[in-house]
């Protein structure tokens, strides 16, 4: 390399764990029973990178991938095209016309213009019904069969709104897509998202979409004990200072000290997702020490309680806890916004 410039090295990262993630997709896949699991990977595999996961679950077996739109099936198109199917789930509008016909990915068809834009086309898609979610899909008393007279439809699918929860409205949607099935020629069909999966086997299908626990996300009880975190946030500290009692700390003096302790301050802020929802209540770690965050989050910099591990000095790392389900409650984030939330600024290191 003619690249004579120091390297620069991070000030903090996120640890990706290649093998919980691998581990985590079989394990849903294993759940989903007769059905296969696919993979959503939109919004660059929720924070983590498409490219680096798809790859990964390419590796694993996984084959059929669910992106959001049209640039994110072009970026991942050499690593899929030949292995794997990919959905482009916000469906075609015209303005996607002239890539998606060149693009091996597959439309989601989500309105009756979507149908008529594709169906002349020749070329494979997949149909999104709404069964209740009134987000995308085609309502189900607009359905007819001769709609789709001489398309090659893949997968028919819907999408559960409350598959986390244990409401009626599983049932219901459930209901509604075996209608919407009754009218609609697919060769696949597929209606479970992660929470989905949980839900037993009337919710499986051919192909089942796990998205946020593949990731490490557990939303209902029945996946805490076969998925495990993959995205472990880490910062370097940056100073280390003793506060006496009465000093004030950070913007707004959201922290006093009550005691005479050591703290802290490390290289990551909200301006790498972790918002001021963990202003006071955030953890970080240190060989099984816990050091709390202490005052209000900047943008840049957080500051952490080093009593349980005085010994920490500049220079020395520290793990932040980013089990999806305890940082939502030290937060008040979804997991979701969490997990897709990590910021560019920090470094992403697979291992
Ligand atoms: C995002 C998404 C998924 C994945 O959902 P998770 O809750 O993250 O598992 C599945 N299907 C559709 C249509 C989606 O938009």
């Known amino acids: 390399m003619s690249d004579t410039k120091p390297h620069i090295p991070s000030t903090a990262r996120v640890k990706l764990d290649s093998g919980a993630l ?3 997709w079989r394990a849903l896949d294993r759940m989903s029973g007769a059905a296969k699991a696919g993979a959503a990977v939109k919004a660059n595999a929720y924070g983590l990178g498409a490219r680096d996961v798809v790859r990964r679950l390419v590796t694993a077996g996984c084959t059929d991938f669910f992106v959001a739109n049209w640039q994110e099936a072009q970026e991942i198109e050499d690593l899929t095209t030949g292995k794997a ?4 789930l916000n469906g075609v509008r015209a303005a996607d016309l002239a890539f998606a016909l060149q693009s091996p990915a597959k439309p989601v068809l989500n309105s009756l213009e979507q149908v008529q834009r594709w169906k002349s086309t020749g070329k494979p898609c997949d149909v999104m019904i709404n069964s209740g979610m009134n987000r995308l899909g085609i309502n189900v008393e607009d359905l007819e069969a001769n709609l789709f007279a001489g398309m090659g439809i893949d997968m028919v699918m819907s999408h559960l709104a409350s598959a986390d929860e244990d409401g009626p409205q599983n049932e219901e949607q459930l209901s509604q897509f075996r209608a919407a099935l009754q009218i609609v020629p697919g060769k696949r069909t ?5 929470a989905g999966i ?10 089942t979409r796990p998205g946020l626990s593949l990731y490490g996300g557990v939303q209902r009880p029945a996946l805490d004990d076969i998925v495990s975190q993959v995205a472990f946030p880490q910062a370097e500290i940056l100073q280390v200072r003793s506060l006496l009692p009465g000093d004030r700390l950070g913007y707004n003096a959201q922290y006093i000290a009550d005691e005479p302790h050591k703290i802290g301050i490390l290289a990551m802020g909200y301006a790498d997702g972790y918002l001021r929802g963990f202003s006071n209540s955030g953890m970080f770690m240190h060989d099984g020490m816990l050091l709390p965050v202490l005052g ?3 943008m840049d910099l957080i500051a ?3 009593a349980a591990a ?3 000095a500049e220079g020395d790392w520290v793990e932040c806890e980013y089990d999806l389900e305890v940082a939502s409650s030290q937060s008040g ?3 979701y916004e969490l997990i897709t939330g990590l910021g560019n600024r920090l470094a992403r290191e697979w291992t």
């Open 85 to 88: 199917g990919v959905s482009v």
């Open 190 to 194: 597929s209606l479970a998202n992660s």
């Open 304 to 306: 952490i309680d080093l």
């Open 310 to 312: 005085p010994y920490l």
């Open 22 to 24: 691998v581990a985590n």
């Open 296 to 298: 209000r989050v900047s």
């Open 198 to 207: 949980a839900l037993g086997s009337d919710y499986h299908f051919d192909v």
């Open 333 to 335: 984030l979804s997991q």
